[in-house]
C-alpha cells in the first residue's frame, strides 16, 4: 500500500523559508514519480513541481512559479522535499505529496492516484 506523509509545514512570516518532506512507504521508490500540490482557500488544487525517480530523477516544475520552490528527492531516505524560500501570503495553503508510477507533462495534467493527508502552510504578513 502507497503511503505518504507530510510533514514540515506551520506559521512563518512573509519572507521566511520553510522545508516541507514528503516520507514514502509501500512501494518502490524509484519506479514512481512523486510530486507537491497545494490547495489554498477556496481555490483549486494546484500542482507545484515533481521528481520522475524512474527517469533519473528529473525534476518538473509548474510554469507560475517564481523561482522560489526548489524540489529534490532523497531515495536513501524515501523522501522528498519541497523548499519554499521567500514565502509570502498567497502561498498559504495545504501542501500536499502525490505519487504514481505514471507521469504525464505537462504536470497541470498530472493526475496521481496516491495522496497524503497534507500539511498546512501558513504565511503572516
Known amino acids: 500500500e502507497v503511503q505518504l506523509v507530510e510533514s514540515g509545514g506551520g506559521l512563518v512570516q512573509a519572507g521566511g523559508s520553510l522545508r516541507l518532506s514528503c516520507a514514502a512507504s509501500?512501494?518502490?521508490?524509484?519506479?514512481?514519480?512523486i510530486g507537491w500540490f497545494r490547495q489554498a482557500p477556496g481555490k483549486e488544487r494546484e500542482a507545484i513541481a515533481c521528481?520522475?525517480?524512474?527517469?533519473?530523477?528529473?525534476?518538473y516544475y509548474a510554469d507560475f512559479l517564481k523561482g522560489r520552490f526548489t524540489i529534490a528527492s532523497d531515495n536513501a531516505k524515501n523522501t522528498v522535499y519541497l523548499q519554499i524560500d521567500n514565502l509570502e501570503p498567497e502561498d498559504t495553503a495545504v501542501y500536499y505529496c502525490?505519487?504514481?508510477?505514471?507521469?504525464?507533462?505537462?504536470?497541470?495534467?498530472?493526475?496521481?492516484?496516491?495522496w497524503g493527508q497534507g500539511t498546512q502552510v501558513t504565511v503572516s504578513s
Open positions: 509501500g512501494f518502490t521508490f524509484r519506479d514512481y514519480t
Open positions: 521528481v520522475d525517480n524512474s527517469d533519473g530523477s528529473a525534476y
Open positions: 502525490a505519487a504514481d508510477r505514471v507521469m504525464v507533462l505537462p504536470l497541470f495534467e498530472w493526475a496521481p492516484r496516491s
